[in-house]
């Protein structure tokens, strides 16, 4: 079965994931699309030559019976809503990060599926799905450097418009390290201190950039992660676990290595777009693949979702402030259904 997608945000990544579902993945296709600027999406509709209708507001998609799935591509505030109304409609969902960008919204995403008593959404974590993360976690769950006893992160952005706020550091930035950091290493988060570095003079007024957050985890695991995101040269992801008998780190991507004018050298990729492509063609066409065959995705599930935004609000909580916040991630019976169903994608 092929499935008609309905895309829901067509900016900078809609447009991405519009272009790699009709482009380069397989089973899946795009038969409407809306945004809240319907010029925005009618641009889009013709800048891709889609064979897509244009619709006037996302519960035109939501109502439409030939639309099988949605991608939620909007900005994060507005992913709450849309993503309620498709579990209302029965639609399988797959959404950008964050789930939500509040904590009682994420349960309300988590508590509606629940009831629906089947999985239907999957988040965009798409580092869970990049070669030299899957790689990472293999190799410390093969136990033969140890235990992992501290993890060092680096998440730096070369540069950042005048939108990116001091608290956007966390819930769109740091919320990745803080999901999969969590998936490597099987742990979960207790308590988190930010520490505030000199500001670079290239943020815009008003941003503290860069940023550092330290997380302990249940088993006693510390996390360091460095947020920089106008570092000016590229777009640089790193993550090394120091174990107790040996260190394993992130591979780089980069696929060639220069010698030349007196240098050795590797370009450094300057956008999300390129370092983690193939991990966005990865966690689309398994969420494809799935809602192809009727079965419930199994990617980074809104419980994922609801522990990311959890734990990002508690870093925001503990900005500016020169004290620990502890984390408490709520696991009651009501979301148990999610957890237990969701939180693996093996
Ligand atoms: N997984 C990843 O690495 C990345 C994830 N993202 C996430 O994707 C989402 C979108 O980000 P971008 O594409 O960079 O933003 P963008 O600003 O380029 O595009 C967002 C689009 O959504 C539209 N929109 C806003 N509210 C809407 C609503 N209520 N209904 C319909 N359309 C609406 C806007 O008009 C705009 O066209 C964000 O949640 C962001 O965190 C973005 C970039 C990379
Ligand atoms: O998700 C993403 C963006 O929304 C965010 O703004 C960037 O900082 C991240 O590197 C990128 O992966």
């Known amino acids: 079965m092929t499935v008609r997608f309905g895309v829901i945000g067509t900016g900078a990544i809609g447009q991405e994931h519009i272009r790699r579902v009709e482009k380069r993945l397989s089973g899946g296709?795009?038969?409407?699309?809306?945004?809240i600027s319907l010029d925005a999406a009618r641009h889009c509709i013709e800048a891709l030559e889609l064979d897509a209708q244009l619709c006037?507001?996302?519960?035109?998609?939501?109502?439409?019976?030939?639309?099988?799935?949605?991608?939620?591509?909007?900005?994060?505030?507005?992913?709450?809503?849309?993503?309620?109304?498709?579990?209302?409609?029965?639609?399988?969902?797959?959404?950008?990060?964050?789930?939500?960008?509040?904590?009682?919204?994420?349960?309300?995403?988590?508590?509606?599926?629940?009831?629906?008593?089947?999985?239907?959404?999957?988040?965009?974590?798409?580092?869970?799905?990049?070669?030299?993360?899957?790689?990472?976690?293999?190799?410390?769950?093969?136990?033969r450097y140890g235990a992992p006893l501290m993890v060092r992160c680096v998440h730096r952005n070369a540069c950042v418009d005048h939108r990116?706020?001091?608290?956007?550091?966390?819930?769109?930035?740091?919320?990745?390290?803080?999901?999969?950091t969590r998936w490597l290493l099987g742990d979960d988060y207790t308590?988190?201190?930010?520490?505030?570095?000199?500001?670079?003079?290239?943020?815009?007024?008003?941003?503290?950039?860069?940023?550092?957050?330290?997380?302990?985890?249940?088993?006693g695991v510390v996390i360091t992660a460095e947020v920089f995101v106008n570092c000016q040269y590229g777009y640089d992801i790193q993550c090394e676990v120091v174990c107790e008998d040996g260190v394993v780190s992130l591979a780089s991507p980069q696929a060639v290595d220069i010698r030349h004018a007196g240098l050795h050298a590797?370009?450094?990729?300057?956008?999300?777009?390129?370092?983690?492509?193939d991990a966005y063609d990865a966690e689309l066409q398994d969420f494809i693949d799935h809602v192809a065959r009727g079965a419930e995705p199994s990617g980074p599930s809104s419980f994922d979702g609801y522990v990311a935004t959890m734990v990002g609000q508690a870093c925001v909580s503990a900005q500016g402030r020169d004290e620990w916040v502890t984390i408490s991630v709520q696991k009651d019976?009501?979301?148990g259904f999610i957890r237990n169903n969701g939180n693996q994608r093996e």
């Open 333 to 335: 019976l009501t979301i």
């Open 164 to 180: 990116y706020t001091t608290d956007m550091a966390v819930l769109d930035t740091l919320i990745h390290e803080l999901d999969v």
């Open 29 to 35: 296709k795009v038969v409407a699309v809306t945004d």
């Open 266 to 277: 590797q370009p450094v990729m300057q956008d999300w777009r390129f370092r983690f492509s």
């Open 56 to 143: 006037d507001s996302e519960d035109e998609i939501l109502q439409d019976s030939s639309v099988d799935a949605v991608i939620v591509t909007s900005w994060g505030p507005a992913h709450e809503g849309s993503v309620l109304k498709a579990i209302a409609a029965g639609k399988y969902v797959f959404v950008e990060k964050p789930l939500a960008t509040t904590v009682d919204g994420c349960l309300r995403i988590v508590e509606a599926e629940a009831r629906m008593g089947k999985r239907l959404v999957q988040v965009g974590f798409m580092r869970r799905y990049d070669a030299s993360y899957v790689t990472l976690k293999r190799e410390i769950e093969s136990g």
């Open 191 to 219: 308590c988190v201190q930010v520490l505030y570095p000199k500001t670079t003079r290239h943020a815009p007024s008003g941003l503290q950039d860069p940023q550092i957050f330290n997380l302990v985890t249940q088993s």
